[in-house]
């Protein structure tokens, strides 16, 4: 099993894709990259943890390919934007991946460089080791899922969720809309 950790924006969209993913086994929303100990979602958001939204996930290298993780990890967020991901703004929404030795690290780079062939702007993803990470509270995890009547879900993360299974559909579950 393998788990990278990932910060694209909001934890509910990467959360949202990466769970349709066939191979993915589990996918955890938390906060990481900061200094607080166990903060909190509304510290957060607020900005004053260092922390971003991240979400760990793990994947059977034997079903879906790493490369594939991390090629949708740059198809569903807008890493040219630094501090930001639409009108979510702050370090808490940078573009970051946090690596735990130097083979995903060179990974991580590797997308990275595949990225910039999809992205007219310069790309401001950090790749960087992975101190802490966070676990978010129990209403983060599965959020899309849990709330189909929300309207971030409507407008924001159901539009990404289908362009990923446009993109890579013989990676989603089949059986999952």
């Not at 086994?25 to 166990?38: A, C, E, H, I, R």
């Not at 991390?70 to 929404?93: E, S």
């Not at 993109?167 to 809309?177: G, I, P, R, S």
């Amino acid at each position: 099993m393998t788990t990278y950790t990932l910060a694209g924006g909001c934890f509910w969209c990467l959360d949202a894709v990466y769970r349709k993913v066939t191979g993915v086994k589990n996918v955890v929303s938390g906060y990481t990259g900061g200094d607080v100990p166990t903060p909190s979602y509304d510290q957060v958001s607020m900005g004053i943890t260092g922390h971003t939204e991240a979400v760990q996930v793990s994947f059977d290298e034997s079903i879906v390919p790493a490369n594939v993780i991390l090629d949708l990890f740059f198809l569903i967020h807008d890493p040219t934007t630094l501090n930001r991901q639409g009108n979510d703004v702050g370090t808490q929404y940078r573009s970051a991946m946090f690596y735990t030795d130097n083979n995903q690290k060179e990974l991580f780079k590797a997308a990275l460089e595949r990225a910039k062939e999809q992205w007219k702007d310069k790309i401001v993803t950090d790749v960087t080791p992975l101190g802490m990470f966070y676990p978010a509270e129990e209403y983060h995890q599965n959020y899309f899922d849990q709330n189909p009547g929300n309207g971030y879900c409507s407008v924001i993360i159901a539009p990404k969720v289908i362009k990923a299974r446009k993109a890579f559909k013989k990676y989603f579950k089949e059986n999952d809309k």
